[in-house]
């Protein structure tokens, strides 16, 4: 069971990790918990049976990597809405400029 807990709180970490980095940052939080309470359970384990907790600490280690930076991204990450004014007066203008071009295409059959 604790070989079986620290595969998988490193897959979640890890998984959490790539998370992070990416614009889906806000998922990451699930494989994140997800890991901590697999490392809190070969934690436990490896305790109760005094064996070592290297690769445990390693899972802690990535998984708060991956929990601070989805924290940091989503606290600095500003998403702002554009003005779509403009956004339609320049389609306007393509449209306006796209029609002048073809009017001034001659077409030979």
């Known amino acids: 069971m604790r070989k079986i807990s620290i595969i998988l709180g490193l897959i979640f970490a890890v998984l959490a990790v790539i998370l992070s980095v990416l614009p889906l940052y806000k998922l990451s939080f699930i494989p994140a918990i997800l890991a901590l309470s697999f490392g809190l359970l070969a934690f436990f384990k490896s ?8 690769v445990i600490q390693v899972v802690f280690l990535i998984t ?19 003005d779509t004014k403009e956004l339609k007066e320049l389609e ?11 009017e001034d295409l001659i077409i030979i059959d």
């Open 92 to 102: 306007q203008q393509r449209q306006e400029e796209a029609k002048e071009e073809l």
């Open 64 to 82: 708060i990597i991956a929990l601070a930076l989805a924290t940091y991204k989503s606290i600095f990450s500003v998403k702002e809405v554009g």
């Open 47 to 54: 305790k109760k049976n005094q064996e070592p907790t290297h």
